[in-house]
């Protein structure tokens, strides 16, 4: 079974930083371009980073310089590595697959939760 | 980038009753959108993509149309699971960007 598992999400303070992880269940992380959206409160989606099949990685310009998106293909798991972090990054981070049609999002995890206040 | 601009921003409807959604992008994308219905406490969940092509399992009574800048997302015969929020995205280039969302609620 297909299945992303988030983790990471935590309360930090301005400045601060964290890294969310997705665990990649049933496929292969190095097989799909693999995403991250995030949702703020009250607010719709965002997409916020995508790293493409060749590695490439391409960032919303909210987050461009602060936050960086990786994959470990042993450990078949993408992160997503968040400094100088700021309260509007609050939010909750899903991981999304790819369906390798276009940067569509096509399988989603459940949701981590990062709390940016002091 | 690309703008995504969906309507209505809600709409209020009875079961059984027909919805239309619009999204319109600020330059062409041809037919790279996708639709998404969110649900609270729920991981969005990918209905429609390259503007037509129905996800395996989701049901026939929601299709969606459209090219260039403008598209549509139709539900026929609303039924009590479809009450939700549901968005565009656009998949033609980075950024990605999402419409602000569309909330379908029982009237």
Same mark, same amino acid.
């Given at each position: ?16 930083? #964290? ?7 049933? @496929? ?5 371009? =693999?995403?991250?959206v995030r ?6 989606l965002e997409w916020v ?14 987050? !461009?310089?602060? @936050? ?13 590595? =968040?400094?100088? #972090? ?10 999304? !697959?790819?369906?390798?049609? !276009?940067? @569509? =999002? ?13 | ?18 919805? /239309? ?10 037919? *790279?959108?996708? *639709? +998404? ?34 598209? &549509?997302? &139709?539900? /026929? ?7 939700? &929020? +549901? +968005? ?8 990605? /960007? ?10």
């Amino acid at each position: 079974e297909v299945q992303l598992l988030e983790s990471g999400g935590d309360l930090v303070q301005p400045g601060g930083s #964290l890294r969310l992880s997705c665990v990649v269940s049933g @496929f292969t992380v190095s097989s799909y371009g =693999m995403i991250w959206v995030r949702q703020a409160p009250g607010k719709g989606l965002e997409w916020v980073s995508t790293i493409t099949i060749g590695g490439d990685p391409y960032y919303a310009d909210s987050v !461009k310089g602060r @936050f960086t998106i990786s994959r470990d293909n042993p450990r078949n798991t993408l992160y997503l590595q =968040m400094n100088r #972090l700021r309260d509007e990054d609050t939010a909750v981070y899903y991981c999304a !697959k790819d369906s390798g049609l !276009k940067a @569509f =999002m096509d399988v989603w995890g459940q949701g981590t939760t990062v709390t940016v206040s002091s | 980038d690309i703008q995504m601009t969906q309507s209505p921003s809600s709409v209020s409807a009875s079961v059984g009753d027909g919805v /239309t959604i619009t999204c319109r992008a600020s330059q062409d994308i041809s037919s *790279w959108l996708a *639709w +998404y219905q969110r649900k609270p406490g729920k991981a969005p969940k990918l209905l429609i993509q390259a503007a037509s092509s129905l996800q395996s399992g989701v049901p026939s009574r929601f299709s969606g149309s459209g090219s260039g800048t403008d598209f &549509t997302l &139709t539900i /026929t015969s609303l039924q009590p699971e479809d009450f939700a &929020t +549901y +968005y565009c995205q656009q998949g033609d280039s980075f950024p990605l /960007t999402f419409g602000g969302g569309t909330k379908v609620e029982i009237k």
